[in-house]
C-alpha cells in the first residue's frame, strides 16, 4: 500500500530544497467539472473511479504564500487559523509531507476570493496553488503531470486546478497513482460564460469525501457511474473540439444529474440540493423550453453553476438576479 509520503518522496527525490529567503506567492484557479469525480478507488491517494473534465474560474481562485518558518502558522484572508480547526489540521498534515529531510515547517497565508467548503472547489484552488508555491519557493523542476499529482493528494479535484481553461484528469490503473493526473486541452473559447448562482454559501455538512464514500459503499445505482462518466469525457472532449454549445451544455448538465441520482440512492440518503436549487433548475429548464441555450452543473452544494454563451447573457440575467459571471478565456469584465 503506498501512502503520500511514499509518492511525495519519489516524485521529489532529486529534487533541490533551496530556501529562498523571500516568501512566495502563487495563484491557481478554481475549477468547475463539467464531468465530475464522484467515487474513490484508492481514498488515501485521491485515486478516482472514473476520469473527470473540468473548466477552470479565471482568476476566481486562490493565493497561497509560503515561507519556511519555525513553527507552523496558518492564515486564511486575513485572519490567523486555530490549528485545532479539522480545515487547518487537513492542510497542516498536507503542507507536513513537504518536510523533506529537514522536517521544514511552514508559515502559510491563502487569499482565496470564493466562499469557502460550500461546493465551489475552493480546496482544489486551495491546494493547487500551495504546491504551486511550494515548487516554486524550493525550486523544484517537475513536469506539471508531477505537480498535478502532488496537488492531488490535498484534494482529487486539485490536480485539475493547475491550468486555465479546460482539463482533463485521466484516472490512472497504477496502484502508486503515477498516472493519475490532469493534462490541460487545447481550445479555446471566449464566448463561454459561466454563472455563479449562489444559494447557501455556508460550510457544507457533508464532505465531498464522506458523500463519495457513502454513495460507492451504499448506491446501487453507483455501478453505472465509472463507465458513463467516462463516456462522457470522451464525448465532451468531441463537443469542445468542435465548440459544439448545445452539446457540451446538455453532456454536462445530465453528467451532473446522475452523479446527484446516485447519491438520492445511498444510503443514509444525500442530497446537497435545497428547494432554492430546485427552482433555479426548473428555472434553466424552462429558459431552454423558451429556446434559450442555457446549461446548469451542480457539485456537493446547493450553488448552482450556469453554462451559456456571453450572447446569452442579457436575456438570462433577469432570472437569476444575483448572479456572478466568470468568463474562463478572458479576465476582462463583460461586454469589453
Ligand atoms: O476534490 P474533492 O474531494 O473536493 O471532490 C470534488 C467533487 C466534485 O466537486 C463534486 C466533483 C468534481 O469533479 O469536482
Redesign the pocket.
Known sequence: MHTKQDVVNELLRDQPWQDTAAAVTAFAPS???LA???GKRNSQL?LPCNA?L?IALADRGAHATVSVASSPSLTLNGETLSLATPHAQRLLQFMRLFGGPRQIEYAVSLSVNIPFAA?L?S??CIFASLVLALVEYHGWQLPLTHVSILARLG????CRSLYPGFAVWQAGTRDDGMDSYATPLETRWPQLAIGLHLIDTGVKAV???EG?QRTVETSPLYAAWPDAANQTVTALQQAIASRQFARMGQLAEHNALC?HATMLSAWPPLSYATEHTLQAMRTVWRLRDDGLPVYFTQ??GPNIKLLCQRQDIAMIEPHFPHIQWVFPFTHTARGN
Not at 484534494?155 to 486539485?158: D, E, I, Q, V
Open positions: 475549477n468547475i467539472a465530475k469525480y464522484w485521491n473527470s473540468s461546493g472547489a480546496s482544489a484534494s482529487g479535484s486539485a464532505s465531498s469525501r463519495m452523479m457539485d456537493a
